[in-house]
């Protein structure tokens, strides 16, 4: 144990007893105190580099749990950051493969349009969707909410001006 942690009477006790192994009158005589004295102090010091230890063992701990949490923040953002950097998307992936809840009339829409596919919804323009019979502004955010779901904003010239423009 550290001398920053204890006293130097705390350190020496804790030394002759531990270490050199002598008695605790032989320690008390070193003292001037007799044997019980030197059992609580011992006791006190005990305690102290007890919990001194727990809270060390805390720390590791808890240090461990900062690195392993860093490490899976690091391999989030990475994986985010290859998406956006590094779109790789099957423009073959049938659209009712995807998991995202179309209502009624968008898939009505889709399919009035022989659209079965990504890479042949992101072929027209987004402009043009609002000119379809039916297409309003639930539509509009389906098909927003869909491109997001998907993270295929990139396939879609001019997504985020279309996005904030509001529908005739």
Known sequence: MSRKVLSEKEYDILQKLLIEKKTLKEVGDNYGINAESVRRLHERTFEK??????????????????EQLKDDFEYETGRIKRRRTNPETDLNKLLYESHFP????????????????IGELADIPLKDFQCLRGFKGKCKNELIAFIEFEHIEHLFKGFYVWKKVPIK
């Open 49 to 66: 580099v007890k919990s001194l230890a727990e809270m060390l063992a805390d720390i590791d701990y808890y240090k461990l749990k900062l």
């Open 102 to 117: 179309f209502s009624k009339r968008m898939y009505n829409i889709i399919e009035s349009l022989g659209i079965s596919t």
